[in-house]
């Protein structure tokens, strides 16, 4: 069964913090990894697209790798800031499959 | 662009009624998701089409749940009889299949069965 892990669970960090976002997935077909982010209440943003010919992404403050052979991706935010406080999921295709499978999401609170 | 539209934002509804939400995708694209998001489960796709035809539906819960796409601008996911159990938001995402699938959501429907 593919599988997508995200850890930690939850994290909370003081402002200017640079933190890392851990995602591990089962699948050695990954076709693409997006990250996601949402704020409570709210639907989801995707933050960054990284395709499985790429190694990283960027986008501002954000970083997004991938290391297909180890299945590992993570999201890199720097300077933390209280406006990143939310919850970021991770979540890959398979072959062409349009079908994204999901973590379960990193709560972050950034604190002032 | 508007982005992927939902309505009713939030809806609330006694056990037993239908319940029909409404999705209108980003102009252009071609695949259309529908999602549910519930504390205990997390995002579980529930079905999705391409150019308008189901390609999957596996993760329908159950008969009760059906859903139509007539249209490329249009979609619908219905419930009847709605049960308690059905309290969940309920997302719609759609992507444009040129390889990337990039899949972009709508702001969800919070429902609650009564």
């Known amino acids: 069964k593919q599988e997508v892990t995200q850890i930690p669970a939850a994290l909370s960090v003081p402002e200017g913090e640079n933190l890392v976002l851990n995602c591990s997935f089962t699948d050695s077909a990954i076709y693409n990894l997006q990250w996601f982010r949402q704020d409570p209440g709210k639907g989801l943003t995707s933050l960054l697209l990284?395709?499985?010919s790429q190694r990283e992404q960027t986008s501002g403050r954000l970083n997004a790798s991938l290391d297909k052979s180890s299945g590992r991706s993570t999201l890199y935010i720097a300077a933390s800031q209280p406006g990143d406080s939310a919850t970021y999921l991770c979540a890959h295709n398979a072959g062409n499959n349009r079908k994204l499978i999901w973590g379960l999401g990193t709560s972050l609170a950034v604190n002032p | 662009d508007a982005g992927v539209i939902q309505s009713p934002r939030h809806e609330v509804t006694e056990m037993g009624q239908e319940v029909t939400l409404r999705c209108k995708p980003i102009s252009g694209h071609n695949s259309l998701f529908w999602y549910r998001q519930t504390m205990m489960r997390g995002l579980e796709l529930l079905i999705y089409?391409?150019?308008?035809?189901?390609?999957?539906d596996s993760g329908m819960p159950e008969d009760r749940f059906s859903a139509k796409m007539p249209n490329a601008s249009f979609s619908t996911l219905k419930i009847q009889p709605s049960e308690p159990r059905d309290s969940a938001v309920y997302f719609c995402a759609s992507s444009l299949d040129k390889g990337y699938n990039e899949q972009f959501f709508g702001p969800g429907t919070r429902l609650t069965v009564l």
């Open positions: 990284i395709q499985s």
């Open positions: 089409f391409n150019n308008n035809v189901p390609i999957d």
